[in-house]
């Protein structure tokens, strides 16, 4: 089974951490953002990912390397201009050629989830359909537009968003896809898959099916930290393995013994925290040195800041290699 996954965003919302790494390669607990997708992909199936790129694609190339990862063959495109979704879409499947599969998946790249595939590769095949969305319910859809079906699956309708907290069913980011699907999509322009060709298929050739489970955008920094507790605590299905319950401390991380970190903490490879620090809630990405008495909370650290003696944070998102002072 092949998927395509979209890669090319910039993650602006989570800058500054992602000023200089795309959110994909983004290390979330202890692996690049990207790997938890593609983990979920193999459990159900999926042997080859070609990843369309655009925003610092050799970052990402040069964190999930060549060749394979966790037994998925990886490829790598990069759009020479913004193609949108579908767009995206037709020119990794031109780069397969002939080696494109009569129905493949296609996956917005910047969702942390364990919905169940196989039910949705099921579904597309017993209903015979171009298309086939995987869709999730939700409680407050002012951020989301709504998708409608029928008793049968089939899609009747897209609601834009509406800015209404209404219950309903958002589109998921998760597609299976004809290979026919591709004939209505333009080669060389920016075309939108939700936008422009989704609604040609619909009332006939496209149905959706909701799917229970975990899915998140982890596109801000609050959704980030939340993202990293859901994974530390077990709230989604994945392959970390913590040092407790909503901690990990990684290998060669230095803590002083009088320092104290958690209940909810994540302090990565490299780190260090010194006598009298508190890091509560917050994330220490690789290389981060925490001095002594130093108050953390409810902050993300990018790779490599130095936060010095007596230094308080609260709320913060730091870039990358910073240095934070105490304030006189």
């Known amino acids: ?4 996954v979209l890669v090319g965003g910039e993650g602006t919302r989570l800058r500054p951490l992602t000023a200089t790494i795309p ?10 953002f990207l790997a938890y997708m593609i983990e ?6 999926v042997t080859e990912v070609v990843l369309a790129c655009g925003f610092l694609p050799d970052v990402l190339r040069e964190t999930l390397g060549e060749g394979e990862h966790g037994g998925v063959r990886l490829s790598y495109v990069t759009e020479p201009e913004r193609r949108g979704t579908a767009g995206a879409i037709r020119f990794a499947a ?8 009569d129905r493949f998946l296609a996956l917005n790249g910047d969702v942390l989830t364990d919905l169940d595939l196989t039910a ?42 509406t800015g209404e907290p209404a219950p309903g069913e958002v589109n998921a980011g998760a597609y299976v896809l004809a290979r026919s699907v591709l004939d209505l999509i333009p080669a060389g322009k920016e075309v939108s898959i939700e936008r422009e060709v989704f609604p040609l298929l619909v009332e006939t050739d496209l149905h959706g099916l909701r799917l229970d489970g975990y899915w998140m955008d982890i596109g801000t920094p609050e959704r980030y930290l939340q993202a990293t507790w859901d994974i530390l605590e077990g709230r989604v299905r994945t392959q970390v393995r913590p040092t407790a319950p909503g901690l990990l401390v990684g290998a060669g991380a230095e803590i002083a013994s009088a320092a104290s970190i958690g ?5 990565s490879a490299g780190c260090s925290v010194g006598a009298g620090a508190e890091v509560r809630n917050s ?37 990358q290699d910073e240095i934070v002072r105490a304030q006189s």
């Open 1 to 4: 089974m092949q998927a395509i």
């Open 23 to 32: 959110k994909p390669a983004l290390t979330l607990v202890d692996r690049p």
């Open 40 to 45: 979920w992909l193999a459990i159900h199936g």
């Open 94 to 101: 031109d780069a397969l050629g002939d080696r494109l599969e």
């Open 120 to 161: 949705l590769l099921a579904a597309h095949e017993r209903w015979d359909s171009r298309a086939t969305l995987a869709l999730y319910g939700v409680e407050d859809s002012a951020a989301f537009g709504l998708v409608r079906c029928d008793g049968d699956g089939a899609v009747l309708e897209f609601t834009e968003k």
């Open 263 to 267: 209940p909810r903490a994540v302090v």
């Open 283 to 319: 994330v220490l990405l690789e290389g981060c040195s925490v001095g002594a008495d130093v108050r953390l909370t409810n902050s993300v650290l990018s790779a490599g800041v130095t936060v010095e003696d007596g230094a308080t944070l609260s709320g913060a998102v730091i870039g």
